[in-house]
């Protein structure tokens, strides 16, 4: 039950500690059952630091807890026992402080949970993402769980993507039980080892939860269309480079090359959404456009083509026409054949959008007369 310092993970106020290895700290902090409310006051004076918490009568009436903490100079991990509770993690409780990345394992019991907005199930065996600059609320029946909490400058980028906060390693998945099975042995072994030797497990715990995040994310659909969205997110804010290229996108996302391919693949790659955001951002321009004679140079460079030439060849490879021979369509507004040049395209929202002009266009000839 570790407070906060500065974003440095310490050990809770009242947590006795017991003669262990002289070179790693141990505390063994035993609460309950409780008669008078005192044990829970404490948990409750530890835990609200990050958490708001609530039990139940009947839980608070048989209150106990129990935990097994070590510290590191930049990280603690510990075994905690205790009731049913529910612990909320809300706005007010983030300004509070307590920056830091949380691994969580469930040993016995079950959370129902919901981190950042997403719903989570999580049962025995199951291994959680957590990061604690975000939202989290867990409904959890009594329980037994591990966990590696860690100062923020010290995780891998790619546990601190906001895509990750809340993701699971299932107790069936190979990833889930590599996990627990290195949790465990930490836990067990960590009276015998130095806090050298601690710090490296606990790094090398971190570093192999990195690597194995993509692939427990592409399975999940939550995780996989939020990270999909930012991605695309920033496919068009750069879609005035012309550099843009899978390399710049893989650089700005925690991101392997391969997982980026493995995000893309159902938009046929990354190299084809990108060129299909700028087709439909061209699209829409000459839409839009009231000149006799929209200028190509000026929307290449708007949209990331290296040259007209390039602009013209893309449109008439994905169109079967050139970017002013559709412009003559919307002088001539020939809706129905505008919409149908959409359609092929596959812009499904454009192609809406123009099935709607003739009644916008009637409706102002209308309100004109």
Do not use: C
């Amino acid at each position: 039950m570790p407070a906060s310092t500065n974003g440095r993970p310490v050990m809770p106020a009242g947590s006795p500690a017991t003669a262990a290895s002289a070179n790693l700290p141990k505390y063994d902090m035993r609460l309950g059952p409780d008669t008078d409310g005192t044990a829970l006051a404490l948990y409750r004076q530890n835990i609200e630091i990050l958490y708001k918490l609530d039990l139940e009568p009947d839980a608070a009436a048989r209150f106990s807890a129990h935990a097994i903490t070590y510290q590191l100079p930049h990280a603690v991990f510990a075994q905690v026992d205790s009731v049913a509770q529910t612990l909320r993690r809300r706005p007010e409780e983030i300004a509070r402080g307590g920056d830091q990345f949380l691994l969580h394992v469930q040993v016995k019991g079950e959370l129902e949970s919901i981190y950042g907005g997403h719903a989570r199930n999580v049962r025995p065996g199951d291994v959680v993402v957590l990061d604690l600059s975000r939202e989290a609320e867990s409904r959890a029946t009594d329980f037994r769980s591990m966990y590696i909490m860690v100062a923020r400058d010290m995780v891998p980028s790619q546990l601190l993507d906001e895509t990750a906060h809340g993701t699971v390693f299932r107790a069936t998945s190979g990833a889930g039980k590599m996990l627990y099975r290195a949790m465990e042995a930490l836990i067990q072994t960590a009276d015998g080892l130095s806090r050298a030797e601690a710090g490296a497990v606990v790094d090398g715990l971190l570093a192999m939860t990195a690597g194995m995040l993509e692939s427990v994310m592409a399975h999940d659909d939550d995780a996989g269309a939020a990270r999909l969205a930012k991605a695309l997110a920033l496919i068009d804010r750069e879609l005035g480079n012309s550099d843009l290229s899978p390399a710049l996108i893989e650089a700005s996302l925690p991101l392997s090359r391969s997982g980026l391919y493995r995000l893309f693949e159902p938009l046929g790659g990354v190299r084809a959404a990108i060129l299909q955001r700028r087709l439909e951002r061209t699209m829409k321009t000459l839409l839009n456009s009231k000149l006799v004679m929209p200028s190509l140079r000026s929307i290449s460079r708007k949209y990331g083509f290296q040259s007209e030439e390039q602009l013209t060849r893309s449109f008439r490879s994905r169109f079967g026409l050139t970017p002013h021979q559709f412009h003559a369509m919307v002088r001539r507004k020939d809706y129905a054949g505008l919409a149908a040049q959409a359609k092929r395209g596959g812009f499904a929202n454009l192609q809406a959008w123009i099935e709607a002009f003739p009644d916008e266009a009637r409706a102002s000839e209308l309100g004109a007369e």
